[in-house]
């Protein structure tokens, strides 16, 4: 049980461009979906917050207007990267709450390369 | 001074070794702690999660929390090739606050 899973695995994307990630807890509903971004040999650095069906709380230093975040029902929250540019090029992890549960169950990870 | 310190290693152990893992931290406010295992290019496995300060195990794997010296580990007997991964440990304040804060995580290398 509580598996998160991650779509795409890896997107590349010129600069400029969009790209969508999504994150789908499959046999649970999740209350609170978490987006977090790790760059090589680094640890995994909290961006934003989201509750199904309200706006999202980002960390301090996340641009919200870059970073768009839909958490639309409670198995589905989505990431839109906006305009990306090479320096946007990171690993990018969901995670998962379920219920009223404390522990958080994470995603595959995506990848995103922007040229 | 960061709020979880971890030191990234590398770590390198034969096979059948047991390995120890730790973070320290320097908020009081931490109440809960896990340790998550992150295969390379792939999202963190929860492990372990634990509230008190005390031993909790399963299986192969012990954590253990000193709240008094803000210090927790992760200990790892009969150590296998496939426990080759980045151990991450993280931490969260009580309440509704559900903000886990990582350390850097360490590189664990099981030699057969």
């Known amino acids: 049980g509580a598996v998160v899973s991650q779509h795409p695995s890896w997107v590349i994307c010129k600069s400029g461009t969009s790209v969508k990630i999504e994150c789908r807890s499959l046999?649970?509903?999740?209350?609170?979906m978490f987006w977090y971004r790790q760059f090589p040999k680094q640890s995994l650095m909290l961006m934003a917050t989201?509750?199904?069906?309200?706006?999202?709380?980002?960390e301090q230093g996340v641009e919200k207007d870059k970073f768009l975040i839909n958490h639309a029902s409670l198995t589905l929250s989505t990431l839109t990267v906006t305009s990306a540019h090479p320096e946007d090029s990171s690993f990018y992890i969901c995670?998962?709450?379920?219920?009223?549960?404390?522990?958080?169950?994470f995603g595959p990870g995506t990848r995103l390369t922007v040229t | 001074q960061k709020e979880v310190e971890q030191d990234p290693g590398p770590l390198s152990v034969p096979e059948g070794a047991i390995v120890s893992l730790n973070c320290t931290y320097s908020?009081?406010?931490?109440?809960?702690f896990m340790w998550y295992r992150q295969y390379s290019r792939k999202g963190p496995e929860l492990l372990m999660y634990?509230?008190?300060?005390g031993n909790k195990e399963d299986g192969r794997f012990t954590a253990q929390v000193d709240k008094s010296s803000k210090y927790i580990s992760l200990f790892i007997r009969d150590s296998q090739p496939s426990d080759s991964a980045t151990y991450l440990c993280?931490?969260?304040?009580?309440?509704?606050?559900?903000?886990?804060?990582f350390g850097k995580g360490t590189l664990l290398t099981v030699n057969p």
């Open positions: 995670s998962a709450r379920p219920g009223l549960a404390r522990e958080q169950y």
């Open positions: 046999d649970f509903q999740a209350t609170t």
């Open positions: 989201s509750n199904e069906g309200s706006k999202a709380t980002y």
């Open positions: 908020n009081s406010a931490f109440q809960y």
């Open positions: 634990t509230y008190s300060s």
């Open positions: 993280a931490m969260k304040s009580g309440g509704s606050n559900y903000k886990l804060t």
